[in-house]
C-alpha cells in the first residue's frame, strides 16, 4: 500500500487534471481499477489513518492522540497469520510514540534519522532507500513469506518546498529561494491567510510541484519491486490520507474541515496482470481499505473493522460513508475545539458541526464545489440528519 | 545458550559488582537508596547490588519507588510480589496531596489552589503559571510534582547521598560518553545528590541474556510484547504478543513509544504547520 500524504485527487492526470503532475501514475492506469467516488474518513492524517489501517473512526475511542491499544492494526491481523509486515513512513504523527508500530516486523518512522532544518521528513528517494534495503535481503531468501508493505510519502505536505528540477516541471517562471518557500509557509499558510488570490495561487503552483516530484518517488518505487522481482505477483493500492485547500472554503492547508477538497481521496489498485484499466463508481471509504488487504490475503473477514472489501466489485454492499474529526480552524487544535462529521449517500453530503450545532448538506453532483448549502430546502434534510445522526451515535463513547 | 554469552555476562557484572563496591566504600549505608521502577533494568540492578552486599555481609540500602500515578497493575503486582519474596522493606513514594486533588483519574484536571504550599511552591519553582494542569503522563507540571518533586521530597527526609540508578549508555546516542558516577550539584529543584549506575555497560540485550542466564524474575507485560515500562498511557508495546527479548533489538528503538520520542515528534509537527 502506497499513501501519499496530503495529495490531493484532482491533480492526478487520471481524475482529469490536465497539468500532467503524475504522468507516471497515470501511465498505471490500464492495469488498475481506479475508484472515482472514494471518501477519507477524516481531512487530517490524525482522522483519517485509524480509518486506513484499523478500519474504525477517529473518535470512537475518545479523544486520545495515540492510536487506542483497543484498535486492531491490520499490520496485527497479517502477522497473526505468518504475513510479513513492514512500514516505510515519515509521518510524526504515526510514529512509535503514537502507537502506530504494533503489528510491524519491520517499523521504520524515521524518528531515529537526522531531518533538514526546513523540510522536517525524510523524503520520498530516502523511504524508497529504505524500501530498497529491506526488500534486497527480504527477497534474497526464495522461499520469503507473503509481505504486506505499507509506504507513505511526505512530499506533498507543506511546508511547500519542492526541489528545483520538479518546480520547473511545473512553472519555471517561479523563482523563489527555499528560505522565501518556507517565509510564505509561516507568513500565509500558518495564518491561514487567503487575502491574497495570487499568493494561494503561488502556493498551489508550489503544491503541484511537490505532487509532480512526488509521482516521480513512485515510479522509483514500482522500479524497486521489479528489481528484486516482486512486483509480478503484486497487488498495489495507492491512496491519499485527505487533501488539502486552497481557499474552496476562505482557508488553507488541511483544518476540521469536510469539504471534497480534503475528503474526495484518489484510490487505485494496481494488479500486474491486468491489461484493461477499469472504473469503478461505488461509494467507498478509506475504511474499506484493511479488509481488502484481508480479501487479497485470503483471509477471512475481521469483525473488529468497521468496513468492507472493495473486491470483488460487484458483491459490495451499496451504503453510505462516514467521517469525523476535531473541528479546528486554526493550524492548532484547542482542547475547546469540538467534532465536526459528515455523511454521504449517493449524492448528498450532510455535514454537522457540534461548535454551533450547524449544518450543510451539498448535492455533489449538481453542486461539486459545495457552494450551495440545500439544508433549509431539501426534503431530503430530514432523512439525512436521522441517519448522520445515528452513525454519530453509534460510534461516540 | 552459547559460551560466549555466558563469558561475556560474567564480565559484565563483575563489573558491575566493581562499581557497587567502589559506591559502598565511598557512601555511608545509611546515606544510599536504590530505585526500584519494577522494570527489566531497575530488577537487574537491584539483583547485583544485593548480591554485593550478600557478599560483603552488610544491610541492603534502602529501595524506594516512585508511583507517578499510572502504573502498570501489572508493575505495582511484580514490585509487591518480588519485595515480598527477596524480603525487601521498599518504600513507596507518592505525591499523594497531588491524587487527592485529582481523585487519582488519569485526565482530571487539578487546579492549582488545591494542592499544599509544598506543591504549590514547586509549581512556582518551574514558572508555571496556568490556573490548572490535567493529571496525565504526559503534563510536563504534573511530571514534576508526581516525579521530581516525590523524589527530592525523600532525598531531603532522609538525608540521602547517594542515590543507585539502572541507566545504560545504549538507550540513548546522549548517553555514549555517560561515567558511572555523576554529582548533581544542589540545584533550584534538587538538592545536592550523587547518581550511580552499576549497569551502565549493559545492552538491552545483556539484560535478557542476564534475566534468563539466572531466572531472574520479571513483569509478564515483557513477555506479551512490551519493551519498555513506564507510565501506562506512554508505554506502548513494540511487537504484540512476541515477547520482548525475541523481537529486534538491535534494530528497533527500545523505547520506541515513550516519552522519548514525543519531543522529536512535537518539533517535526511543528515544522509541519501543526500546533
Known amino acids: 500500500m502506497l499513501t501519499i500524504d496530503t495529495l490531493r485527487k484532482d491533480v492526478l492526470g487520471c481524475y482529469g487534471n490536465k497539468n500532467n503532475l503524475t504522468p507516471f501514475l497515470d501511465s498505471l492506469q490500464p492495469k488498475c481499477i481506479k475508484f472515482t467516488n472514494a471518501q477519507s474518513t477524516g481531512p487530517y492524517t490524525q482522522a483519517s489513518f485509524p480509518g486506513i489501517l484499523t478500519s474504525s473512526y477517529y473518535l470512537e475511542y475518545g479523544r486520545q492522540k495515540k492510536c487506542s491499544p483497543k484498535r486492531t492494526l491490520v499490520s496485527e491481523v497479517l502477522k497473526k497469520s505468518g504475513i510479513t509486515t513492514a512500514a516505510f513512513h515519515s509521518n510524526p504523527y504515526l510514529c512509535g510514540y503514537f502507537g502506530w508500530n504494533r503489528g510491524w516486523d519491520i517499523f521504520y518512522d524515521s524518528m531515529q534519522d537526522e531531518v533538514s532544518d526546513k523540510i522536517p521528513y525524510i523524503k520520498g528517494d530516502g523511504i524508497n532507500h529504505k524500501v530498497d534495503q529491506w526488500l534486497s535481503s527480504y527477497s534474497k531468501n526464495n522461499n520469503y513469506s507473503p509481505f504486506f508493505l505499507w509506504t507513505h510519502y511526505m512530499d506533498v505536505h507543506e511546508p511547500y518546498i519542492p526541489t528545483r528540477e520538479y518546480l520547473n516541471k511545473v512553472d519555471p517562471s517561479i523563482n523563489l529561494s527555499e528560505d522565501e518557500m518556507l517565509n510564505l509557509f509561516k507568513e500565509v499558510i500558518l495564518k491561514r491567510d487567503v487575502s491574497d488570490k495570487k499568493t494561494v495561487k503561488l502556493l498551489k503552483k508550489l503544491y503541484d510541484a511537490g505532487v509532480r516530484e512526488t509521482d516521480n518517488y513512485v515510479k522509483e518505487f514500482f522500479k524497486i519491486l521489479e528489481k528484486y522481482g516482486v512486483l509480478k505477483d503484486s497487488v498495489v493500492i495507492i491512496t491519499n490520507d485527505h487533501g488539502d485547500e486552497f481557499d474552496e472554503h476562505n482557508g488553507l492547508s488541511h483544518d476540521g474541515k469536510m469539504y471534497s477538497e480534503l475528503i474526495s481521496s484518489p484510490l487505485i489498485i494496481y494488479f500486474n496482470d491486468r491489461t484493461q484499466g477499469k472504473t469503478c463508481d461505488n461509494l467507498v471509504s478509506n475504511i474499506d481499505i484493511s479488509p481488502t488487504i484481508l480479501y487479497l490475503f485470503g483471509l477471512e473477514p475481521l469483525g473488529a473493522f468497521k468496513g468492507h472489501s472493495f473486491l470483488p466489485l460487484e458483491k459490495y454492499p451499496q451504503k453510505g460513508v462516514f467521517g469525523e474529526a476535531i473541528n479546528k480552524t486554526s493550524n492548532q487544535e484547542k482542547e475547546t475545539d469540538k467534532p465536526i462529521y459528515f455523511y454521504q449517500e449517493n449524492d448528498l453530503k450532510i455535514i454537522y458541526r457540534e461548535a454551533d450545532q450547524s449544518w450543510e448538506m451539498y448535492n455533489l453532483n449538481e453542486d461539486p464545489q459545495e457552494l450551495n448549502n440545500l439544508i433549509n430546502i431539501s426534503d431530503k434534510s430530514k432523512d439525512m440528519k436521522k441517519k448522520i445522526m445515528s452513525q454519530i451515535k453509534q460510534i461516540t463513547i | ?275
Not at chain 2, 82 to 101: A, Q, V
Request: net charge negative.
Open chain 2, 1 to 275: 545458550m552459547s559460551k560466549e554469552t555466558k563469558e561475556r555476562n560474567v564480565e559484565l557484572i563483575e563489573k558491575s559488582k566493581e562499581v557497587v563496591r567502589e559506591t559502598f566504600k565511598k557512601y555511608e549505608l545509611a546515606k544510599c537508596a536504590i530505585t526500584w521502577t519494577g522494570g527489566k533494568d531497575s530488577t537487574t540492578n537491584l539483583w547485583i547490588v544485593r548480591q554485593v552486599c550478600v557478599e560483603e555481609n552488610i544491610p541492603l540500602p534502602q529501595v524506594i519507588t516512585i508511583d507517578e500515578g499510572d502504573a502498570f497493575p501489572e508493575i505495582t503486582d511484580f514490585l509487591v510480589t518480588i519485595s515480598k519474596k527477596w524480603h525487601i522493606d521498599l518504600k513507596w513514594l507518592c505525591n499523594f496531596d497531588m491524587l487527592k486533588c485529582c481523585q487519582s483519574h488519569l485526565g482530571n484536571d487539578i487546579q492549582v489552589k488545591d494542592l499544599d504550599e509544598r506543591n504549590q511552591a514547586e509549581l512556582k519553582r518551574i514558572e508555571f503559571e496556568f490556573k490548572s494542569f490535567p493529571f496525565e503522563a504526559e503534563s510536563y507540571a504534573g511530571n514534576h510534582l508526581m516525579k521530581t518533586v516525590v523524589l527530592n521530597k525523600f532525598l531531603e527526609q532522609s538525608k540521602t547521598e547517594l542515590l543507585f540508578m539502572a541507566l545504560r549508555r545504549d538507550e540513548q546516542a546522549a548517553r555514549k560518553e555517560d561515567e558511572y558516577f555523576t554529582h548533581h550539584e544542589a540545584g533550584y529543584l534538587m538538592p545536592e545528590h550523587t547518581r550511580v549506575s552499576p549497569i551502565l555497560h549493559f545492552t538491552e540485550r545483556d539484560i535478557w541474556d542476564n534475566t534468563h542466564l539466572h531466572n531472574l524474575p520479571y513483569c509478564p507485560l515483557y513477555k506479551i510484547g512490551y519493551r519498555s515500562l513506564g507510565a501506562r498511557s506512554s508505554s506502548n508495546p513494540g511487537v504484540v504478543s512476541v515477547p520482548a527479548w525475541e523481537q529486534d533489538l538491535e534494530n528497533v528503538p527500545e523505547r520506541a513509544g515513550r516519552r522519548q520520542d514525543k519531543e522529536k515528534a512535537m518539533e517535526r509537527l511543528r515544522k509541519l504547520g501543526y500546533m
